[in-house]
C-alpha cells in the first residue's frame, strides 16, 4: 500500500463522512433538541434520490432534476411533521419508536406502489462523469469531489444557521427552555416543524447525492440510518459540531478498516482465514470504536451544555 | 361474520373435495416483498405466462397454483413448505431463489414424498452427499455458471485476475467455482459486505494493483452499484470486467449503457434461438414491458417441466413424474435440457455481453459457447 494510495482511501472516507453528516445533521437535532426518537430519517434519504431521479427523467436535467428535488424533500418533511410527528412528542419514547418504525415500512411500501419493486434508473451528465488527478496519476471521478464540496457547504450552512442567525438562537433557546421560549413570542410549533423539515431536506440532498452513485431502491437509506445512529453517539446526542466531527471520523475509520485490515492480517494468518476475518472485523470497526468512545466519554465527544 | 366465513370454508372444503381427483396443485415458492421482491416478481409473471401458454393446464390436466412469499426468511419458507405439504395437499413445491431458503425446506419437503422442483438455487451439498431423489433442480448447480467464465479466461490467456465478491456462502462459492478452471495469478480475493452500496475505496485499491481481468460476482442490487461505481471510475482503462450473475435483464434496466460490453456467463440469455424462448421472450416483452431475466425464464421451465412430467407420466404421482424427469429430454427455453444423475441439469454455458438491442433496450447478446453438456462437479458424491 503505497502513501498515495492511503490518501486516496482518506479521500474516500471523508466522502462517506459527509454524506453520513447530512443525515446525522438534522437526525441529530431532532434527537437531542426535540427529544424525538425518529427511524424514519432513512427513508427521506429514499424520498431525495427517488425525487432526484424521476424528475431528472422528467426534465431530461440533471441539474434541474436536483433543484426541483430540493423543495420537493423539504416539503415531505414538513408535512410529515405536520400529518403525524407533532402528535407524537408528548408520547413516550418506545410509542415513537413504535410509529417511526412502521413508517420505514410504509414508505418502502409506498415507493414500491408508485415506483415498482425494480431499481431506477440514474446516471450523471456529461458534465460531471469526468475524472481529475487530485494527486499524481490518481484519478478521481468529478462527481464524488462535488458531493464532497456540497456536504462541506452544508455543514459550513448549517453551523452558521445554528450559531450565528436569530432562528438559531430560537432553536437553542426553545431546546434550553420551551414554556420560557414560548412566553417570550416564539412559536415554538412552527420552529419545530422548520427544523423537521431542514432536516429531512438535507438526508432528501445525501440521497441525491448517492442517487448517481447506487441503486436507487426500496430501502436504499436503511443501512446508512444506522451509522448515521453511530455517528450521533459518538458525537453527541444534539451536537452539530459533534456529528461533524464523528462522521469524518466513521467515515475514514470504515474505509480504511475495509481496505486494510484484511492486509494486516495477511501478515500473521493465512490467506484464506484473513480473507474470511478481515472483511468480518471490518464491519465491526465502527461499532468497536462506539463503545471505546462511550467508554472514554459517555455522552460523546461533544455533548451539547445545558 | 364468523357464520359466514365458517359457510365458505365449509364450501372451500366440498370444493377441493370435488375436484381433488383431477387437479393438480403447484405451491409456487419465491420472494414477493422486501429487497429481493423484484426477482419474485418476474418469477410469478413467467409461472402466470407458462399457465396462460398451457391453457390453464399442467400436463392436460386442470392446474393451480398457490404462492407463496417466503419474504427472504428460512424460519418462513420452512413454515410455507409445510403448510403447502400438510394442509394445501399440493403435489408439487416449486420455486425457492435463496440458497440458504432451500436448504431450509429441503429435508422436509422431500421427506415427506413430495416432489421439490429448483427454480433457482442450486447448492453444492444438495448435489452431492445431501441429495435425495425427490429433488429435481430446473436451474444449475452454483458452480456451473462461474466454472464457465474461469474456463473462459484461461482459454482467453488471461494472465491476471482480481477476484471481488460478497462475503457469504454463495460468494464463496462462485469464487471456488471459477478457480476450478482458471489456472492464472489471482491477484487478490476481496470479500465485500453483503449489501455493500460504495466499492470506491476497493475500486481505489484495485485500480492500484492494474489486474489484466477483474471477475466479479455482486447479485441484485449490489451489482447496480458495483458496476454504475466501476464506470464512473473510469475502471475500463484499468482492467477488463468479468461477472456472474451481476450484469442481466433487472440490473441492466438500471444500468443502460453504464453496463455495455460486460462480459459474464450464463447457461441462458434472451437471444437463446430456440422455438420456446422465441415465444416465451416475445409474450413475456408484450405482456410485462421489458425483458424477462434468468430467474423468469427458469421458472417458466420449471412450469413447463411440470407439464412434461405430468403428460408423460400420465399421473401427478411423485415417483412417475420424478421418473419422466430424471431422463431428461425436458422441453425448456433452453432447449431440450438433460438431467445428471443428481438430477442437476446437464447444459451449455454461454459467454454473454451486455448490448442495446434494435429499440435501444439495454439486454444480453450470446457471444459464444464456453461449455457444451457441462455437467457439475458434486454428482459423483451423490447416491439416492
Not at chain 1, 252 to 266: A, E, F, K, S, Y
Not at chain 2, 186 to 203: H, I, M, N, P, R
Not at chain 2, 293 to 314: C, L, P, R, V
Request: with cysteine.
Amino acid at each position: 500500500m503505497t502513501f498515495i494510495l492511503l490518501l486516496e482511501q482518506i479521500f474516500n472516507g471523508l466522502q462517506l463522512g459527509v454524506t453520513l453528516f447530512l443525515i446525522a445533521a438534522g437526525l441529530t437535532l431532532i434527537l437531542g433538541i426535540m427529544d424525538f426518537v425518529f427511524l424514519a430519517h432513512g427513508a427521506q434519504v429514499m424520498i431525495g434520490a427517488y425525487a432526484a431521479a424521476s424528475l431528472t427523467a422528467l426534465t431530461g436535467n440533471f441539474y434541474l432534476g436536483i433543484l426541483l428535488a430540493i423543495p420537493v424533500t423539504f416539503a415531505s418533511g414538513y408535512l410529515l411533521e405536520y400529518l403525524l410527528i407533532r402528535h407524537l412528542y408528548r408520547r413516550n419514547h418506545m410509542d415513537q419508536v413504535l410509529a417511526t418504525f412502521g413508517l420505514i415500512l410504509f414508505f418502502n411500501e409506498l415507493i414500491r406502489i408508485g415506483f415498482g419493486p425494480a431499481a431506477l434508473f440514474s446516471s450523471l451528465p456529461p458534465s460531471l462523469s469526468g475524472f481529475v488527478n487530485i494527486l499524481p496519476e490518481t484519478p478521481y471521478p468529478v462527481f464524488r469531489l462535488l458531493v464532497i464540496a456540497v456536504g462541506l457547504a452544508c455543514a459550513l450552512g448549517i453551523h452558521l444557521l445554528v450559531a450565528r442567525t436569530k432562528i438559531g438562537a430560537m432553536v437553542r433557546a426553545g431546546a434550553n427552555n420551551e414554556t420560557m421560549t414560548a412566553a417570550l413570542g416564539v412559536n415554538i410549533r412552527m420552529l419545530r416543524r422548520l427544523v423537521f423539515a431542514a432536516g429531512a431536506c438535507f438526508a432528501g440532498i445525501a440521497g441525491m447525492m448517492l442517487g448517481p452513485l447506487t441503486a436507487v431502491e426500496p430501502g436504499m437509506g436503511e443501512p446508512l440510518l444506522i451509522l448515521s445512529l453511530v455517528v450521533i453517539i459518538i458525537g453527541g446526542i444534539g451536537s452539530v459540531r459533534g456529528a461533524f466531527v464523528a462522521a469524518i471520523l466513521i467515515g475514514v475509520v470504515d474505509t480504511l478498516g475495509r481496505v486494510l485490515l484484511p492486509v494486516i492480517l495477511r501478515g500473521f494468518m493465512g490467506q484464506a482465514a484473513a480473507d474470511g476475518a478481515g472483511p468480518a472485523l471490518a464491519s465491526m470497526m465502527v461499532y468497536i470504536l462506539m463503545s471505546l468512545v462511550l467508554v472514554v466519554r459517555p455522552s460523546g465527544l461533544f455533548p451539547p451544555k445545558g | 361474520m364468523k357464520t359466514f366465513s365458517m359457510a365458505a370454508a365449509a364450501t372451500a372444503m366440498m370444493m377441493a373435495g370435488a375436484v381433488q381427483a383431477d387437479t393438480v396443485k403447484v405451491g409456487y415458492m419465491t420472494t414477493l416483498s422486501g429487497s429481493g421482491g423484484i426477482i419474485g416478481k418476474q418469477m410469478q409473471n413467467a409461472v402466470n405466462l407458462a399457465m396462460e401458454h398451457t391453457g390453464g393446464t399442467l400436463g392436460g390436466m386442470d392446474a393451480e397454483v398457490i404462492f407463496a412469499d417466503d419474504q427472504r426468511k428460512p424460519d418462513v419458507a420452512k413454515q410455507l413448505a409445510n403448510r403447502l405439504v400438510k394442509s394445501d395437499r399440493v403435489d408439487v413445491i416449486a420455486g425457492v431463489i435463496w440458497s440458504n431458503l432451500l436448504m431450509a425446506i429441503h429435508k422436509p419437503v422431500t421427506r415427506s414424498g413430495t416432489l421439490l422442483i429448483g427454480s433457482n438455487a442450486g447448492p453444492s451439498p444438495l448435489a452431492g452427499k445431501d441429495c435425495h431423489k425427490n429433488f429435481v433442480s430446473m436451474s444449475w448447480q452454483n458452480d456451473q455458471t462461474p466454472e464457465g467464465m474461469g474456463k473462459y479466461m484461461q482459454d482467453a490467456g488471461v494472465k491476471s485476475v482480481y477476484l471481488v465478491a460478497p462475503n457469504y456462502q454463495a460468494g464463496k462459492d462462485m469464487m471456488s467455482g471459477f478457480k476450478r478452471h482458471y489456472k492464472g495469478e489471482v491477484v487478490a480475493e476481496v470479500y465485500t459486505k453483503l449489501g455493500q452500496s460504495d466499492f470506491q475505496a476497493e475500486l481505489s485499491t484495485l485500480r492500484a494493483s492494474r489486474p489484466e481481468a477483474t471477475f466479479v460476482f455482486q447479485p441484485g442490487g449490489m451489482g447496480i452499484n458495483f458496476v454504475k461505481q466501476w464506470h464512473q471510475a473510469g475502471m475500463e482503462q484499468v482492467s477488463k470486467l468479468y461477472t456472474v450473475f451481476t450484469v442481466d435483464n433487472l440490473s441492466l434496466p438500471a444500468l443502460k449503457e453504464t453496463a455495455l460490453g460486460v462480459v459474464s456467463t450464463q447457461t441462458w440469455s434472451p437471444d437463446l434461438d430456440n422455438e420456446i424462448n422465441r415465444r416465451f421472450v416475445a409474450d413475456y416483452k408484450a405482456k410485462f414491458g421489458g425483458y424477462p431475466s434468468f430467474y423468469a425464464a427458469q421458472a417458466y421451465d420449471t412450469m413447463m417441466a411440470i407439464d412434461h412430467a405430468i403428460a408423460k407420466a400420465g399421473s401427478s404421482d411423485t415417483e412417475a413424474m420424478r421418473a419422466v424427469l430424471a431422463e431428461g429430454g425436458i422441453p425448456t427455453t433452453r432447449g431440450p435440457l438433460a438431467m445428471n444423475s443428481n438430477q442437476f441439469p446437464i447444459q451449455n454455458v454461454y459467454l454473454r455481453e451486455a448490448v442495446l438491442d434494435a429499440d435501444s433496450m439495454a439486454t444480453t447478446r450470446i457471444t459464444g459457447t464456453v461449455f457444451e453438456n457441462h455437467a457439475d462437479a458434486y454428482a459423483k458424491d451423490c447416491q439416492f
